[in-house]
């Protein structure tokens, strides 16, 4: 059987997508505040590679109020390395949005961009698997934002 190319869509999930079936039963006003929730996470998905590139390429953002900016301009003051993912097993990992350890301490920043909350558990998650994959002298002093 030829089946029609879609590689362009290769790698991406549909908002209305096989896997997340739920959809199925929303009725119309569910499925507008689903939608709104895809397409926020679509932006904080854009806002953090924008703030991982502005990291690594040291371009502080102008000062402001705004969070992005931020949260930028303290990763880079900071010299945090972004989008760090800590491994400790197939079934325990995470990424950092920005992390350092320098002169015994370890600081671990959290960008949100959305309707979602900041948990300090989150950060916890993330001290512990720096500590566990083999930074022992992190648990000293430790900074989570």
């Given at each position: ?85 800590l491994y400790y097993s197939e079934n325990c990992f995470g990424t950092a949005d920005s ?17 979602i909350k900041a948990h300090i558990e989150q950060l916890m998650i993330y001290a512990a ?17």
């Open positions: 059987m030829n089946f029609n190319n879609h590689s362009v869509l290769e790698g991406q999930h549909a908002f209305l997508g096989a896997s997340k079936y739920h959809w199925i039963n929303y009725d119309e006003n569910k499925v507008a505040e689903s939608y709104v929730k895809f397409l926020a996470t679509q932006k904080g998905t854009v806002l953090h590679e924008f703030a991982a590139q502005c990291i690594k390429l040291g371009q502080k953002l102008p000062k402001s109020q705004k969070t992005l900016n931020m949260y930028v301009n303290d990763a880079i003051g900071y010299k945090m390395t972004p989008e760090q993912i992390i350092s350890f320098r002169n015994g301490l370890l600081r671990i920043h959290d960008l949100k961009t959305g309707v698997l720096f500590c566990i994959i083999g930074n022992s002298s992190c648990r000293r002093n430790l900074e989570l934002k």
